[in-house]
């Protein structure tokens, strides 16, 4: 896998906005998911082979945005797996997807429909945040207290979006994230 991230780079020698985007939001995604699991180089191998870019190169079929989601975490989930040996759960690889998108996408025009549909980054500061609300029901509470990000199966991680996608209403769903904070 490594082969077509260098052949990836040699086509990419212009360097244009947005290559730099691009390269700061690997790094940041990257940095959000790594939580001593594996290198930057990995995670951003395996999230330039995915296919994600294409979408935020050209943002479609918003409408089957969670279909695509799966593709891009299955395909970093065998990427790495296959480069390291190590198993990584659909938690990590959707992190890595979401905070890349955000970066790419939802910073730049949080009002688009893209920004509309993709998956907040998850994580266990979100969730416990949101265990917080007065409005939130206590088994709800609950469930999100218990949730550990890093190993959300596929299943788990679409009925947590579900429960999200339910709490935060008609909005953008990026707005969900008025819950997280730096300093947690």
């Given at each position: 896998?490594?082969?077509?991230?260098?052949?990836?780079?040699l086509l990419e020698m212009r360097y244009t906005a947005h290559n730099h985007r691009h390269n700061f939001a690997v790094w940041a995604a990257a940095r959000a998911t790594q939580r001593g699991f594996t290198d930057v180089k990995t995670l951003k191998c395996a999230l330039e082979v995915s296919g994600v870019e294409s979408f935020a190169r050209r943002p479609i079929r918003l409408g089957q945005f969670n279909d695509q989601?799966?593709?891009w975490c299955m395909r970093i989930m065998n990427n790495i797996e296959q480069g390291t040996g190590k198993y990584t759960s659909y938690g990590r690889a959707a992190k890595l997807v979401n905070t890349y998108l955000k970066t790419m996408l939802v910073l730049r025009d949080p009002m688009s429909k893209a920004a509309a549909v993709i998956h907040p980054p998850i994580d266990r500061i979100l969730l416990r945040n949101i265990a917080t609300q007065?409005?939130?029901e206590e088994s709800t509470k609950r469930y999100l207290r218990g949730i550990n990000w890093t190993s959300l199966?596929?299943?788990s991680y679409f009925e947590l979006i579900c429960?999200?996608?339910e709490i935060n209403g008609n909005q953008p769903f990026w707005m969900i994230e008025e819950y997280w904070t730096v300093t947690n």
């Amino acid at each position: 896998m490594a082969k077509k991230c260098f052949i990836r780079e040699l086509l990419e020698m212009r360097y244009t906005a947005h290559n730099h985007r691009h390269n700061f939001a690997v790094w940041a995604a990257a940095r959000a998911t790594q939580r001593g699991f594996t290198d930057v180089k990995t995670l951003k191998c395996a999230l330039e082979v995915s296919g994600v870019e294409s979408f935020a190169r050209r943002p479609i079929r918003l409408g089957q945005f969670n279909d695509q989601h799966r593709v891009w975490c299955m395909r970093i989930m065998n990427n790495i797996e296959q480069g390291t040996g190590k198993y990584t759960s659909y938690g990590r690889a959707a992190k890595l997807v979401n905070t890349y998108l955000k970066t790419m996408l939802v910073l730049r025009d949080p009002m688009s429909k893209a920004a509309a549909v993709i998956h907040p980054p998850i994580d266990r500061i979100l969730l416990r945040n949101i265990a917080t609300q007065a409005n939130i029901e206590e088994s709800t509470k609950r469930y999100l207290r218990g949730i550990n990000w890093t190993s959300l199966e596929e299943g788990s991680y679409f009925e947590l979006i579900c429960v999200l996608r339910e709490i935060n209403g008609n909005q953008p769903f990026w707005m969900i994230e008025e819950y997280w904070t730096v300093t947690n």
